[in-house]
């Protein structure tokens, strides 16, 4: 099983190579021009995939040292994402197959974010399992019972929490994306200098749409008084933002493990890559007797590699894909 998995959802490039469920390359390139307009522009998104999808393709299989060949099975991002940007390693991935007649494999880009647990052999969570999946689009709580078998069990009702930390990183005029940056701040802040309220909403369920909003009437009223506001208490500000959207997270997913009596606690997407969310997870699993997974660095922000691990379950059973597939944004 020679796998060539492509992600192109949203503003990464990426392609892996996968033998017999080992990674054996994965290239991502993160597109920088959306940095100057504070956000993802689709339209520049999906033209410089169609750049960058052929350079990288190429680099995958040369790190892998596979020739095109030796492919037996090609793996892509049907959805969810930005259809412009789908489109790109859809129609790429259909291309490639048909031309070497090899089967097609679509993958759900959240589900790969989860089976991102199972690239190292030596971190795999035990079935069932519960995962904090938080990305720029999405947040979920999800209960996994074999790989291909998932339930999302809690999710939000409005803003994704990555969309949280981008949105007030914006407020405080970093550069997109501003979670990464709200992250370096925070470490040198105190994470209780500012109180935000907690929006609580019912069961599993999140929201986070309350707290952009008063973060933004927060800013609005201590700039009055004073316009170097953000300036001089910058990692206090992020710091306390962050503890908050982290709080609300860990809080549900403890009501979750309480409520499915599940001790096995993975976590997952762009927004795992926090370091305070990384330490106050590990902290809650010590008193809660969980055992926590955390993804490496690389496998946390979108990845190829986690697109095909989870081509790599769909291959062992025979879930194959036909030539009439189109993207799915909002699958
Ligand atoms: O999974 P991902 O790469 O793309 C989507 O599928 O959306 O997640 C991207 C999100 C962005 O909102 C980004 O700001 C956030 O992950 N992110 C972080 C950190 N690194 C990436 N948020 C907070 N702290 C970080 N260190
Ligand atoms: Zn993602």
Redesign the pocket.
């Known amino acids: 099983m020679t796998i060539l998995a492509i992600e192109s ?2 503003d ?1 490039t990426s392609a892996a190579v996968c033998v017999n469920g080992k990674i054996q390359s994965n290239v991502v390139a993160t597109q920088l021009i959306h940095e100057q307009y504070g956000g993802v522009v689709p339209e520049l998104a999906s033209r410089v995939h169609q750049q960058r999808i052929v350079p990288v393709v190429e680099r995958a299989l040369h790190e892998a040292n596979i020739q095109k060949n030796a492919l037996t099975a090609v793996a892509f991002t049907r959805g969810p ?1 930005l259809l412009g940007s789908l489109l790109v390693g859809t129609s790429f991935a259909k291309a490639l197959a048909l031309a070497l007649d090899i089967p097609l494999i679509e993958v759900h ?2 589900q790969a ?1 989860v089976l991102a647990h199972f690239i190292d052999e030596q971190t795999i969570p035990q079935f069932p399992f519960l995962c904090l999946t ?5 947040t979920q709580i999800v209960l996994i019972r074999d790989h291909l078998d998932m339930e999302i069990i809690g999710q939000t009702q409005d803003d ?1 929490v ?2 949280a ?2 949105k007030t ?1 914006k407020l405080l005029n970093l550069p997109y ?4 940056l ?3 701040y925070a470490q040198q802040g105190n994470p209780l200098a500012y109180p935000f309220p907690e929006v609580e909403m019912p069961g599993l369920d999140f929201s986070f749409s309350g707290i952009k909003t008063a973060f933004l009437y927060f800013l609005r009223d201590r700039m009055k008084a004073n316009p170097d506001f953000i300036e001089q208490n910058l990692p206090d500000i992020c710091a306390s933002i ?1 503890h908050t959207l982290i709080k609300i997270l860990l809080t549900k997913l403890r009501r979750a493990a309480r409520q499915t009596g599940i001790r096995e606690i993975a976590l997952a ?3 795992s ?5 990384r330490a106050s997870l590990a902290d809650l699993g010590r008193q809660e007797g969980w055992n926590v997974y955390i993804p490496k660095f690389e496998y ?3 990845n190829a590699a986690m697109i095909a691990m989870a081509a790599h379950f769909k291959y062992l059973k025979g879930e194959f894909t036909s030539q009439e597939v189109s993207p799915l944004p909002r699958w």
């Open positions: 959802s949203c990464e994402g880009h959240m974010h938080v990305s720029g689009g999405h994704a990555g969309e930390f981008d990183a994306p501003g979670g990464p709200i992250d370096r962050q997407g762009g927004v890559a926090n370091s305070g969310l946390c922000t979108d």
